[in-house]
Structure formats: structure tokens, C-alpha cells
């Protein structure tokens, strides 16, 4: 039997086939795939996660839809470190997996996030909507290298500033946000991806970034900000019309990216080219 791996996140996972459980597990367990995925629109077909009363020393591990299966026998998973658990209902208590370094899940009203923790350097959060309409309930993680927002209400990044070994934030389809001023003040940060997010009046605001993706999020009055980001290395600027026209800052990068607009000074491969000139010189 062919055992079927997807690549997720830089991880290779077995697509669970629910008749041949045992085949699998031995290909994931003899280090041929990184972690285990359940799909129940794909090759998993029961109704439950029974497997893991036999299979519990799982390392990374992620279900999709999981609102068409009985997870209640998750907790079992006491040694995953790496969890994805896509599910819009049912109760979670993510505080009883002590080991986790990256969690990525569907948050609704009946989920507990993990408590302050030391192991925790990647979040992905789907839909957190808290009441507050920002970070601040967040738990301390204070090793957290990675944040990613997709959907929900923040309308703030009030709470931020605890994260202070963040890297990486990504945001996407915060409708409500206007403001991101916040994470200036975190000293490591490097990267940044804000897209769909159409009511931001402050990109210009951050000056120590490497990676800066604007994706979709309406106008820019200028990129004459760019200039003064001494560290900026790559900008992509997809569905971003920058009403000045002037894109000629981005030929200073080592890596630019956007969309050609009939005002705008150069072509994408007018700056591609004076980029290249600049690595000769």
C-alpha cells in the first residue's frame, strides 16, 4: 500500500488511511514523515480518534475539520509538540499538553489556550475573536518566535509588548485593525506580512524590519518610508497601489515584488534590473 504524505508547514505528515492505521503508523515511527494527519474528507473515515489509546508518543499531529470527529481522546498526546487542530465546536483545554512549541488551531469561545510558557515559539490562531479585541489575553509565552492572525476581531495589538523574542508576525483579514505602531517596540522583530487588512493607517510606522509583505490592504500615499528602514532586505507589495506612483525606493533591496500600474514610475522589471545593477556595483 502506498502511504500517502503531505508536506505542512516544512513538515512532511501521513495522510491517516483509517484502513491500514498500523502501516502508517510504522512508516511515521521508522522517521520516514515527520508527523500524522487526520482529514476525514481524505483517507481517515471514522468517527473517532480511538487509535491513539495504542499510538500515544505521537510527535507532531494535526486534524482538520475536526468537527466531524470525536476529539475528546486528544489529550492522550502527551508528548506532541507540534499540534494543528482545525475544529469550530468542541472543548479543548490546550493547557494539558505541556510540551508544545507550535500550536495551530480554530479558536471559539470553548477553547483554553495554553497557560505562560517557556517551550512555546509558534501560535497560529484562526478566528480569535476575544472580548477585549486584543492581545492582552493572550498567556505570557515568553520565547514565541512566530504569531500568525487569520480572520477574527482584533481591532488592537494592545498587549504586544510582552512577546519580546517575536520574529515573525503575520495578519491577515483583520478587517477592523488600523493600527500595528505597537510592535515597534519589540527589539527583535524582523518580519512582517499584513494582508487584506484594509483599514491600517500606520504601516510606514516600523522601521526595523528585514521582510515587509503588504498584501491587498488598499492605498499607500507613498513607499518613501522605506528609505529610512535601514535593515529592509525584501518587499512585496501585491494589490498595493501606491498612489504617488514612485516606486523607484525599491531598487535599494535585495528583493522587491509588485503589481505594475500604469502610474507608477518603473515596472516591476525596470526595478528587477536596477537591482541586479546594484549587485554588480
Not at 505562560?116 to 498567556?139: D, E, F, M
Not at 477592523?176 to 493607517?201: A, T
Not at 498595493?240 to 515584488?257: C, F, R, T, Y
Amino acid at each position: 500500500m502506498k502511504i500517502s504524505v503531505d508536506d505542512w508547514g516544512g513538515f512532511k505528515f501521513v495522510n491517516l488511511d483509517s484502513s491500514n492505521i498500523d502501516e502508517c503508523m510504522k512508516y511515521y515511527f521508522n522517521g520516514q514523515a515527520d508527523g500524522i494527519m487526520v482529514h476525514p474528507y481524505g483517507k481517515y473515515k471514522k468517527n473517532d480518534l480511538a487509535f491513539l489509546k495504542k499510538y500515544k508518543n505521537i510527535k507532531r499531529f494535526i486534524i482538520s475539520y475536526g468537527d466531524k470527529i470525536d476529539i475528546s481522546l486528544l489529550p492522550l498526546l502527551q508528548e506532541v509538540e507540534y499540534l494543528g487542530v482545525f475544529d469550530k465546536q468542541q472543548a479543548i483545554d490546550y493547557r494539558i499538553f505541556k510540551n508544545l512549541k507550535e500550536l495551530r488551531i480554530t479558536w471559539h469561545k470553548r477553547v483554553d489556550l495554553p497557560e505562560k510558557s517557556n517551550l512555546l515559539t509558534s501560535l497560529y490562531l484562526h478566528a480569535y475573536s476575544p472580548a477585549n479585541k486584543s492581545l492582552a489575553a493572550l498567556p505570557d509565552y515568553r520565547n514565541l518566535e512566530s504569531l500568525e492572525f487569520l480572520g477574527g476581531s482584533i481591532e488592537t495589538l494592545s498587549g504586544f509588548k510582552r512577546f519580546q523574542k517575536l520574529q515573525n508576525l503575520t495578519i491577515i483579514r483583520l478587517l477592523k485593525l488600523r493600527k500595528i505602531f505597537k510592535i515597534e517596540k519589540l527589539s527583535g522583530f524582523i518580519n512582517l506580512h499584513l494582508e487584506l487588512c484594509k483599514k491600517i493607517q500606520d504601516a510606514n510606522c516600523i522601521a526595523k524590519l528585514e521582510t515587509l509583505f503588504y498584501v491587498d490592504n488598499g492605498e499607500l500615499s507613498s513607499i518613501k518610508f522605506l528609505s529610512k528602514m535601514k535593515s529592509l532586505e525584501k518587499v512585496f507589495l501585491r494589490d498595493a497601489n501606491v498612489l504617488d506612483g514612485n516606486v523607484l525606493p525599491l531598487s535599494k533591496l535585495k528583493i522587491a515584488g509588485f503589481s505594475n500600474k500604469r502610474h507608477y514610475s518603473h515596472t516591476s522589471e525596470q526595478i528587477d534590473a536596477l537591482i541586479e545593477s546594484n549587485k554588480i556595483i
